[in-house]
């Protein structure tokens, strides 16, 4: 593989608009971002879009089905070895490809990468991170764990502030990450056992610049850069926040219209709705990076559509020219972050 152009394996299955709104993500992305897409799924399936696209000069990877939604992940993924997300993973593993973006089971694709990449030296468990925006323009609040690990210890939390930090600095430009803890009030005190342990090992690490506790109205505040909290809180505060987006561009068709004056207005406020709806819609972002594994893997929302997924290949390509596994890797070295094997094992 060349140094110079990323090679990205597109789960061409996974997702509710697969493979159309897939394929015509990665051929954006193949235009625009100069990098090299590789289509892994059903070939014919995948032939057609192509031809509608016109375009048929791409990479295709055979695979034999995909992983439901309603299947149990680990078991699924070990009785469908030549699943979309197993053969895009595979691609990775064998170093032919640089990255995996996948649209399908989020449970699935985790699973995925941790029996075929394995972990980073150092790290228990990977996080999925996900990217808001915040009340202060082009300052955005990376928030992890958002759905990887439903219940977490504090040394994992620890590990995330610390994975979180590296990305920040590196990927979104911020030269020291404030580093926040999800938690029901300021003080240091206050929260469950998980939060009062996790706030004590973060306070006293020197590799993360943590300020405290942040509580719900503070994470979209701007006051922080990466958010720590376990997966259950960070999936909730996800889905949350991107229905409070939709719902704001809601309101903004409906109402702006309304009469001669309104539409005169919708008219000359054109390119500044254009980028509210960048600043808070969740398809601008693609996804959520699976921080911990060895291997780059962006795990995009199930209802993707071209857009999200071509902005899922775009994240994909920063943490891959910014060397974000390389730098985790290399912050791990002789830090002593690991628990026992049987704490660290993946749930079936």
Do not use: W
């Amino acid at each position: 593989m060349g140094a110079t152009r990323a090679r990205i394996a597109i789960d061409a299955m996974g997702g509710d608009y697969a493979p159309t709104e897939i394929v015509a993500g990665a051929l954006r992305a193949r235009e625009e971002l100069g990098v090299e897409v590789v289509l892994v799924g059903d070939p014919q399936q995948i032939k057609s879009v192509l031809h509608q696209n016109r375009l048929d000069q791409i990479a295709i990877v055979p695979a034999e089905g995909t992983v439901e939604m309603h299947e149990e992940p680990l078991s699924a993924i070990k009785r469908k070895p030549k699943a979309s997300i197993n053969v895009a993973m595979d691609l990775v593993k064998q170093k032919q490809a640089d990255a995996v973006v996948s649209a399908g089971h989020s449970g699935a694709a985790m699973a995925a990468a941790l029996l075929r990449l394995g972990r980073l030296r150092g790290i228990d468990r990977p996080a999925i991170g996900a990217v808001l925006p915040t009340m202060i323009a082009s300052k955005p609040v990376l928030i992890l764990d958002v759905g990887a690990n439903v219940d977490c210890r504090p040394k994992f939390l620890e590990q995330f502030a610390l994975m979180g930090t590296i990305y920040s600095q590196y990927v979104l430009g911020i030269v020291q990450p404030k580093v926040g803890l999800l938690n029901i009030g300021e003080e240091e005190s206050k929260g469950n056992d998980l939060a009062v342990k996790t706030h004590q090992l973060l306070k006293v690490n020197n590799n993360i610049s943590f300020i405290g506790n942040a509580e719900g109205r503070d994470v979209l505040s701007g006051q922080f850069d990466v958010i720590v909290c376990d997966g259950f809180a960070g999936n909730v505060l996800l889905k949350f926040a991107e229905a409070v987006g939709e719902v704001a561009i809601q309101i903004l068709r409906e109402e702006l219209p309304q009469g001669l004056h309104g539409q005169i207005g919708t008219a000359l406020l054109k390119s500044n709705l254009k980028r509210i709806k960048q600043r808070i819609d969740h398809a601008e972002h693609g996804g959520g990076l699976l921080l911990g594994v060895a291997g780059v893997c962006i795990i995009s929302h199930g209802s993707s559509q071209a857009p999200s997924i071509f902005n899922a290949i775009r994240l994909a390509k920063e943490a891959i020219d910014n060397q974000v596994l390389e730098r985790i890797q290399s912050q791990n070295r002789g830090v002593n972050l690991e628990v026992t094997d049987q704490e660290s094992g993946i749930r079936g």
